[in-house]
């Protein structure tokens, strides 16, 4: 199953964004930070298929904070959600490869299309990547059979 770690600073919008997972039966565990610094905390420790982080708060920001992440390499995807509509805000989520960015008060429906379209991309990078993992795995038997084969005729002449 797919984790999500939520970040925003007011304890009402994470339970927001946590009821409507539960409510729509979103296939997500959820976890929640109250701020970039414990998000970037917790990310050092767990791993997380999806950020989705408020823009504005308090020390660390969700900018600042999916730097952080992009600096550490972490394959997540991220959402932002924010009360601003600034274009410098929005500029710099898309410079960051942010999924989205969907403004406050969320709207139910723009909700779950932005979080389902990223579940659905999670789980086909997923099924891409095992595929990869499988087919490496068969080359790398068919490598290990054709060094036998050709020490074997080696060997017997």
Do not use: W
């Amino acid at each position: 199953m797919l984790t999500m770690l939520i970040i925003d600073d007011e304890p009402f919008e994470r339970d927001g964004v946590k009821f409507l997972i539960e409510k729509y039966n979103l296939e997500l565990v959820t976890y929640e930070a109250d701020s970039g610094e414990n998000a970037l905390e917790f990310l050092k420790h767990n791993q997380v298929d999806i950020l989705f982080t408020d823009i504005r708060m308090k020390g660390m920001d969700g900018l600042q904070l999916a730097e952080k992440v992009r600096e550490m390499q972490l394959p997540m995807k991220v959402i932002f959600m924010s009360a601003y509509g600034e274009f410098e805000y929005a500029q710099r989520a898309i410079d960051l490869k942010a999924i989205r960015y969907i403004l406050k008060p969320v709207q139910v429906e723009e909700f779950l299309i932005v979080v389902s379209q990223v579940i659905q991309l999670c789980e086909e990078e997923r099924k891409a990547k095992a595929q990869q993992e499988r087919m490496e795995v068969a080359y790398r038997n068919e490598v290990h059979y054709e060094k036998q084969k050709l020490l074997s005729k080696l060997i017997l002449g």
